[in-house]
Structure formats: structure tokens, C-alpha cells
């Protein structure tokens, strides 16, 4: 049975695009150029991986998470 039950938790499974860079910078308040900066650099990362997520799955349909 460690067969049948191996294909089925893969194809139970979550698929995942992670992105990552590094980032060492001084936090300001909300609107600091600094924070603003991170905020593209962020929406970048998840764009990049949104796309890389719809090519790899048809039909998909992304659910964020903030872990």
C-alpha cells in the first residue's frame, strides 16, 4: 500500500513557490523611503513567484498566507 498512499499525499499536496533576497535595513515610520522600498522589493518577490506558480499549475487559484 506505500505506493498507492505515496501518490496520493502528492497529490494531496500543496504546491509552494518560495522567494527570498537579503535585506538589512534601518526601519522607519510607515512612509519612509526605506519601508517603501521594502514594500516594492516585497511585491516583487511575490509577483515573481505568483508567476512562476501559474505556469507551473493551470487552473489555479492562489491562497495567500502570512507565515
Known amino acids: 500500500y506505500a505506493g498507492i498512499l505515496s501518490a496520493v499525499g502528492i497529490h494531496l499536496a500543496d504546491v509552494v513557490?518560495?522567494?527570498?533576497?537579503p535585506a538589512a535595513e534601518q526601519l522607519g515610520s510607515p512612509d519612509s523611503p526605506?519601508?517603501?522600498?521594502?514594500?516594492?522589493?516585497?511585491?516583487?518577490l511575490q509577483a515573481s513567484a505568483e508567476a512562476a506558480l501559474v505556469k507551473q499549475v493551470?487552473?489555479?487559484?492562489?491562497?495567500?498566507?502570512?507565515?
Open 34 to 44: 526605506t519601508n517603501v522600498d521594502l514594500e516594492a522589493r516585497l511585491d516583487s
Open 58 to 67: 493551470k487552473g489555479l487559484r492562489i491562497q495567500r498566507s502570512k507565515d
Open 17 to 21: 513557490q518560495e522567494r527570498q533576497e
